[in-house]
Antibody
Framework: EVHLVESGGGLVQPGGSLRLSCAAS????????MHWVRQDAGKGLVWVAR????????TYAESVKGRFTISRDNAKNTLYLQMNSLRAEDTAFYYC?????????????WGKGTTVTVSS | DIQMTQSPSSVSASVGDRVTITCRAS??????LAWYQQKPGKAPKLLIY???SLQSGVPSRFSGSGSGTDFTLTISSLQPEDSATYFC?????????FGGGTKVEIK
């Protein structure tokens, strides 16, 4: 069965850093693009970043560009999101998600998510 | 960025009713559209992709239509387990963007 399990969320002060991890299982991890999507308290969904299967290509939302870095370790079947210079508006529930197939940008598998709270 | 506007923001209907949710894109996206269902405390679930293709395992009472800027999600016969929030998402260009959601409640 396909599973995505996020970890690494927590409470951090503004300006701080956090690294989210996502452990994938049940599928050939390197064969799929992956994304991070977040959901704020108002329950809106916001796409954050994506990475190609081999890790060579990344794209970011303007709101996180230069502060967040998406990466992956295909040997460990793990996706990462390094979040630096965190702001209060980054407070959200972060989902690790799988792209349904290559470059179609539909999300067919979601993790359970992890909470990030940025507050002093 | 492509803005996705859903309507209505909420709908209340009876079991067996036909429910229609609309999603409008701020510019043409061909058929690059997905619909998701989210229940409280759970992650979203893919229902429809490519505007009208049913994701594997999704009941056939769910259907999608549309192209260009206007899209529709239809639940042909509402069931109690369909109580949830539904989101559309454009898959045409980055950044991927989602509609604001439609909450479907059972009367």
């Amino acid at each position: 069965e396909v599973h995505l399990v996020e970890s690494g969320g927590g409470l951090v002060q503004p300006g701080g850093s956090l690294r989210l991890s996502c452990a994938a299982s049940g599928f050939t991890f390197s064969g799929f693009w992956m994304h991070w999507v977040r959901q704020d308290a108002g329950k809106g969904l916001v796409w954050v970043a994506r990475i190609t299967g081999d890790g060579s290509g990344t794209t970011y939302a303007e709101s996180v560009k230069g502060r967040f870095t998406i990466s992956r370790d295909n040997a460990k079947n793990t996706l990462y999101l390094q979040m630096n210079s965190l702001r209060a508006e980054d407070t959200a529930f972060y989902y690790c998600v799988r792209d349904k197939s290559g470059s179609q940008y539909y999300i067919d598998v979601w993790g359970k998510g992890t909470t990030v709270t940025v507050s002093s | 960025d492509i803005q996705m506007t859903q309507s209505p923001s909420s709908v209340s209907a009876s079991v067996g009713d036909r429910v229609t949710i609309t999603c409008r894109a701020s510019q043409g996206i061909s058929n690059w559209l997905a619909w998701y269902q989210q229940k409280p405390g759970k992650a979203p679930k893919l229902l429809i992709y490519a505007a009208s293709s049913l994701q594997s395992g999704v009941p056939s009472r769910f259907s999608g239509s549309g192209s260009g800027t206007d899209f529709t999600l239809t639940i042909s016969s509402l069931q109690p387990e369909d109580s949830a929030t539904y989101f559309c998402q454009q898959a045409n260009t980055f950044p991927l963007t989602f509609g604001g959601g439609t909450k479907v409640e059972i009367k």
